[in-house]
């Protein structure tokens, strides 16, 4: 299988199996990626996920250019943004993802880990957006997200240059949250979902939903946004836990509800 998801209570570790391809991205593994957030997003157990490559060699190399791009998608499906359902296409996954970043982190696979919210990159690890050098450009938000994560000059360098990156530049820049020894890079992003796993599970997604429209809103909207999911938490019994956790000096114990 080139992808698979494995439960760690309420943790999903997501793998791209295709380390002999450097965890390249064919047309049956990004429909098995859709697939598998889909049942992330669908399945209220699970609160949280993991994104990993298969091996210590790659977190995912991008595209793999024997299949993908001499074979363009139909030109319907640029109007149809539901046939690839993907946190960098289009679903709304508001469940937080971390990456684990266990190697090369080029191209597409750059993409996918912009989806992400929280980051840990092995030593070793190489980030790029070479795609400039093959003709053709970061997409599957390449372009879009770089620009909002990084500072102007530092993501047009990535995306101009095509040039990589290395872990311990790539933590500078804020593009991710750890660098760990390659062995630990796993384990320290299923601890990290673990963490996130135990927050309230209403209150988590509300957040990641504000904070990744906060983009797209002028801040008088946002503000409205931000009071309205305030209200709207106010009433979930996930609240009244919390706040007689916080009371009785104990662990919440949060049901989603």
């Not at 971390?98 to 070793?124: I, K, S």
């Not at 530092?154 to 062995?183: K, S, T, Y």
């Not at 409205?224 to 305030?230: K, P």
Request: proline share 6%; with cysteine; hydrophobic share 45%.
């Amino acid at each position: 299988m080139a992808i698979t998801l494995d439960r760690d209570g309420a943790v999903a570790v997501v793998t791209i199996r295709r380390p002999e391809r450097l965890n390249t991205l064919d047309m049956p593994t990004l429909d098995a990626l859709r697939d598998a957030w889909l049942e992330i997003r669908d399945d209220d157990a699970l609160r949280a996920a993991v994104l990993t490559g298969e091996g210590d060699r790659a977190f995912c190399a991008g595209a793999d250019l024997r299949d993908f791009l001499p074979r363009p998608h139909p030109l319907r499906d640029l109007w149809n943004p539901g046939v690839e359902l993907r946190p960098d296409r289009g679903l709304n996954l508001w469940k937080p993802v971390v990456a684990a970043v266990n190697g090369y982190c080029l191209g597409g696979g750059l993409t996918l880990m912009l989806a992400t919210d929280l980051r840990v990159a092995a030593e070793h690890a190489t980030f790029a957006t070479p795609e400039v050098k093959h003709g053709i450009l970061a997409s599957c938000g390449g372009t879009q997200r770089l620009a909002q994560q990084l500072p102007h000059a530092l993501a047009m360098e990535m995306l101009l240059l095509g040039e990589p990156v290395d872990a311990r530049q790539a933590l500078r820049w804020g593009l991710v949250n750890r660098v760990v020894p390659g062995p630990d890079v796993l384990a320290t992003a299923v601890e990290l979902a673990q963490r996130l796993a135990r927050n309230a599970p209403l209150a988590v997604q509300a957040t990641k939903e504000l904070a990744v429209r906060s983009g797209d809103l002028p801040l008088d909207a946002g503000l409205r946004l931000e009071d309205a999911m305030v209200r709207l938490l106010q009433d979930s019994r996930d609240f009244a836990e919390g706040v007689a956790a916080f009371a009785e000096r104990r662990p919440a114990e949060f049901s989603g509800e």
